[in-house]
């Protein structure tokens, strides 16, 4: 532990701690569940798709979702079983709702798959990253961001320090306590997997001065790898353990609301996540466990490794509930929340289950009106104004919420828990950036829906006039084809309509048109007198004179018809009907719409 | 006498031609209130307020031919948003405030006639000729259009539920209690 100066943030509070009662015992295995439900979405990013079907046989550490992106992380089967179901189940959400999961029933083997140790120095750092990605490593500090995705550092600058958050400020938890006190070295192992990936001047593992336990052994563990990572001890003050409050208490760098760490030259992770990142790269072990703290209202409060997916109720009973044990907080006191559905199932961002009793959380006397003291604005870790913020948010009015920097809170509940007026502030700010959250998917979709429309408008009437323009070159076309086919036609026949039908091709469209449909005229003609001809009987030679007396009487009594039928057409008005069928040669020609 | 008549002469020239740049330079295309008022519309070119979409109701809200209270989709919030951006008194909306809602067509009913493709205002549903059609979920702005038209009466509208990514925080509720 070296000598160095150590920078300040500015607020912070000093709740009780709590965390003594759950450090007695060491780390245990928590027994195999009687089901495993694994969401397939549990960091940020895409929603991995699933890979298995129901009734599948799975094995323990067996991708069950493949990563949908970069910005994503796979998930794993915790162990081996049958998929009893791909589908919607409890979720470990404060909403309540459903979420998709792979429900495994476990078969009691818990069969690994082949695990593969690799030497990742031989690998380049991409194929590092994405084995990080297919591995499901995230952060297990609580934001559950991919850690492959981090791993890069800025083009324009230089990576100056690695920071490792072992500071685990939040009240009850002490998972990340336990992990460095008994797997330092993998710790350090872990540790150095970001370094070479990211390759910092300095690595600083910063733990909180509560934990001096935790920071001999990874002292030790650091001694021991012969590595030059520096472990500090920060002073104890929530919420040091965010990323931003522990990068500037070790560097003095003040991240900006806009910019990334790496910007900065700096970046940051958790303990937990370095571990995992060691276990997958040097034991081949994807992140299907994790260590979760079952304490509060409890018999024996303890640290447990437990598989994900193992559910709430189930977990929180190994531990021995109190009787009036009344829910489960997921989470710590300050940023947890109390999960509506205790058989939701622990996912990779589940750190701590303590069991709520009103007599350990006794309900809070209800809410004051504000008195604009400023104490929330004095605690604040981000220098936000919260009182405004909650003037803002009371009134909906979302866009002065905004002005005052709501996306800036961490909601780290500083605020609240010192309020005079016990005004719930962070529910407030919670509420305001969901509504804003909501109101901008409503703004994209509708300016989607009016771009579409628009288009639409537009395609329509590209397509009137296509239509029309297309109606018309069809009709030439057409026109311009029975032309030609007249004039053969003539041609074959040797008259002399041939020219007066090949003639007029060339000229305007309109011309061409009309003398095209005179031509066809003119070769229908020409084609029913072929046929006329043609038709004449084969078998008129060598008449007796009575036949030949017939056919002359056939032959008059036709012509006798004919002209009755050319009266008539003088006169087509009187029959339209019988009328129409006498002028084909027009059929075909005109388009029919 | 004469140089104070072509002083103020020379002014009026000199001024005049500043604003005429002006208007050719800043001139502003189309109505800037539509598009205000347009902004606030829900854009589900469903014609519910009695014209053929959002732009045309705009349009009509600006010119002061239509009320402000003609949009269901929009809701009572809608209706106070023009109120504010108007100047006019926030009225009663006429007509029922539905949830969100998406169109779902029975895939084993579609004759897959075209019709309701036809009819869809953005473009939602995908098909062809006597092929299945569906409906884009995301696309889908709830409007019923394509209802009326399908022979078969196999689309359906389905409340839009809620899920974890579109679950929002509650307003704290302020929970009152009786002093005396």
């Known amino acids: ?593 | 006498m004469l140089i104070a008549i072509a002083i103020m002469a020379l002014g009026a020239v000199v001024l005049g031609a500043a604003l005429g740049f002006a208007s050719v330079k800043f001139k502003v295309d189309g109505d800037p209130l539509v598009d205000k008022i347009e902004a606030i519309l829900p854009q589900t070119q469903c014609g519910q307020c009695g014209y053929p979409g959002c732009k045309p109701y705009a349009e009509a809200i600006a010119k002061g031919e239509a009320d402000i209270n003609l949009c269901p989709p929009g809701g009572a919030e809608g209706v106070g948003k023009l109120a504010d951006l108007l100047g006019r008194e926030a009225k009663p909306l006429d007509g029922v405030e539905k949830p969100p809602q998406v169109a779902l067509i029975d895939e084993n009913t579609c004759i897959g006639c075209t019709l309701c493709i036809q009819a869809c205002p953005v473009d939602a549903i995908v098909g062809a000729a006597k092929q299945m059609h569906t409906i884009v979920e995301s696309l889908c702005t709830g409007c019923e259009l394509c209802l009326p038209p399908c022979p078969v009466e196999c689309i359906t509208m389905e409340p839009i539920q809620e899920t974890v990514d579109t679950w929002k925080w509650k307003y704290p509720v302020v929970e009152l209690k009786r002093v005396a």
């Open chain 1, 1 to 593: 532990m070296g000598l160095m100066q150590l920078f300040k943030f500015k607020g912070g509070v000093k709740p009780a701690t709590n965390k003594a009662q759950s450090v007695t015992l060491p780390i245990a295995k928590a027994p195999l569940p009687s089901v495993v439900a694994v969401p397939l979405h549990q960091s940020i990013g895409g929603t991995p798709r699933p890979l298995v079907q129901v009734g599948d046989k799975v094995l323990k550490g067996q991708m069950i979702g493949e990563a949908d992106g970069w910005i994503s992380a796979a998930v794993h089967a915790p162990t081996s079983g049958t998929v009893r179901e791909v589908g919607m189940y409890a979720a470990a959400h404060p909403s309540g709702l459903l979420t998709d999961c792979v429900v495994i029933e476990p078969d009691g083997e818990d069969r690994w798959i082949e695990r593969q140790s690799v030497d990742y120095k031989t690998l380049t750092p991409e194929q590092v990253r994405e084995l990080l990605r297919d591995m499901g490593v995230v952060g297990l500090g609580g934001a559950v961001f991919p850690s492959h995705a981090k791993t890069q550092a800025s083009r324009s600058v230089p990576m100056e320090e690695l920071v490792i958050n072992g500071a685990e400020c939040e009240p009850y938890i002490t998972c990340d306590d336990l992990l460095m006190r008994e797997r330092a070295a993998e710790v350090v192992k872990g540790i150095a997997i970001f370094r070479d990936l990211l390759q910092p001047k300095k690595v600083l593992i910063g733990i909180e001065d509560n934990k001096p336990e935790a920071a001999a052994a990874m002292a030790q563990a650091v001694q021991a790898a012969g590595e030059d990572f520096q472990v500090v001890s920060v002073p104890t003050l929530y919420p040091a353990g965010g990323a931003k409050q522990l990068i500037r208490v070790l560097t003095g760098k003040e991240v900006p609301a806009n910019k990334r760490s790496t910007d900065m030259g700096v970046q940051c992770f958790n303990v937990a996540t370095a571990y995992t990142a060691w276990r997958a790269l040097g034991h081949g072990e994807p992140v299907i466990s994790r260590l979760v703290t079952l304490t509060g209202n409890v018999a024996e409060p303890r640290n447990y490794e437990v598989l994900i997916g193992t559910p709430m109720d189930e977990l929180l009973a190994i531990a021995g509930p109190k009787a009036d044990t009344d829910g489960i907080i997921m989470g710590g006191p300050m940023m947890g929340f109390l999960v509506p559905e205790a058989k939701a199932p622990v996912v990779k961002a589940t750190n701590c289950l303590i069991a709520h009793s009103p007599a350990l959380f006794p309900p809070k006397a209800p809410e004051m009106p504000c008195i604009r003291c400023g104490s929330c604005a004095q605690v604040c870790p981000h220098e936000l104004q919260p009182f405004e913020m909650y003037w803002f948010a009371r009134a909906k009015n979302f866009g002065k919420t905004q002005e005052y920097n709501i996306f800036d809170c961490i909601e780290c509940g500083c605020c609240s828990f010192v309020c005079p007026s016990r005004i719930p502030l962070v529910q407030y700010f919670r509420f305001a950036k969901s509504e804003i959250w909501a109101r901008e998917r409503d703004k994209k979709a509708a300016d989607g829906a009016k771009t579409r429309f628009e288009f639409k408008q537009l395609r329509d009437e590209r397509e009137k006039q296509e239509k029309a323009e297309k109606l018309a070159k069809a009709a030439a076309a057409q026109a311009a084809k029975k032309a030609a086919e007249a004039a053969a036609a003539a041609a074959a026949e040797g008259g002399a309509p041939a020219e007066a039908a090949a003639a007029p091709a060339a000229q305007s469209p309109e011309e061409a048109a009309a003398a095209a449909k005179k031509a066809a005229i003119a070769a229908a003609m020409e084609r029913a007198k072929a046929q006329r001809a043609q038709a004449q009987p084969q078998n008129t030679d060598d008449l007796a004179p009575a036949q030949q007396q017939e056919v002359a009487d056939i032959e008059a009594r036709r012509a006798r018809l004919r002209d009755i039928a050319k009266t008539e057409l003088a006169h087509p008005e009187a029959h339209p009907a019988e009328a129409a069928p006498a002028a084909p040669a027009d059929d075909g020609q005109t388009p029919k719409n």
